[in-house]
């Protein structure tokens, strides 16, 4: 039997569909368990800003409760119309702020997150963005889209958890900052210049900002079936709303 190229290219995006489908995918391990260890916090981490308790100034801790971290991962390739963008939320975290008597340039913060304790696709996180968020994901849909992005092949959740995000530099002003970070994400450390909005000051703290991560610059492979056909954009989007007493 002659089979002609449009036939093909059909039965190459079904099989595309039926690979990469949230619905179809098998649960992994990772997605199936009974859930991640408690968040940790680095013993590094822990001493320094326990030392900038006893110091002058004054020391936030960020308070999950109160905050929000959202990660945006967005659908690609040529068949990119029949996946899904994604919102993944970080409802536990550790996170300081101090703030130095000597103003901006000698304060710092630390945030920690693990990866594996991610929250996927929260019906109201998607439904706030709009009609390029607007599907309704099933429960077998998010335990496959856990395993496509956080996955052994992704970004490795159960061997790298931490994402970490540290200033190194901080200029500016209240409220308009620009703060040189270190983010520590799958194993690696890259530096990068972001602005943030801090309010509140001195009595609480509330900080507003948002990065644009390439998982490529950390060593990371977006997720990717069939020569790219069906893929996760290499970019992703962190926005956070930090607030602490």
Request: proline share 5%; glycine share 8%.
């Amino acid at each position: 039997m002659k089979v002609n190229r449009g036939q093909i290219s059909i039965a190459t995006l079904i099989a595309a569909i039926l690979l990469v489908s949230c619905t179809s995918s098998p649960i992994s391990p990772m997605s199936a368990s009974t859930g991640p260890s408690p968040l940790g916090m680095t013993k590094d981490f822990a001493v320094h800003y326990a030392e900038f308790s006893k110091a002058q100034g004054k020391l936030f801790n960020l308070d999950p409760k109160i905050s929000s971290v959202r990660i945006y991962a967005f659908r690609a390739g040529q068949a990119a119309n029949v996946g899904h963008n994604h919102v993944l939320s970080a409802p536990q975290f550790k996170g300081y702020f101090y703030l130095a008597p000597a103003g901006a340039g000698a304060s710092s913060f630390d945030l920690e997150f693990r990866l594996d304790q991610l929250e996927i696709d929260i019906p109201d996180h998607r439904s706030s963005l709009g009609k390029a968020f607007a599907s309704k994901l099933s429960a077998e849909a998010i335990a496959s889209t856990r395993e496509h992005l956080l996955g052994e092949n992704n970004l490795q959740a159960m061997r790298f958890p931490f994402v970490r995000i540290r200033s190194v530099q901080i200029s500016g002003e209240a409220p308009k900052f620009a703060v040189k970070i270190a983010v520590e994400l799958h194993g690696q450390t890259r530096e990068i210049w972001v602005p943030l909005t801090v309010t509140g000051l001195p009595e609480n703290l509330i900080v507003e900002g948002s990065l644009v991560l390439r998982q490529t610059d950390f060593g990371a492979k977006p997720y990717s079936v069939l020569g790219g056909l069906l893929a996760v954009e290499d970019e992703v989007i962190v926005e956070f709303k930090l607030s602490g007493s």
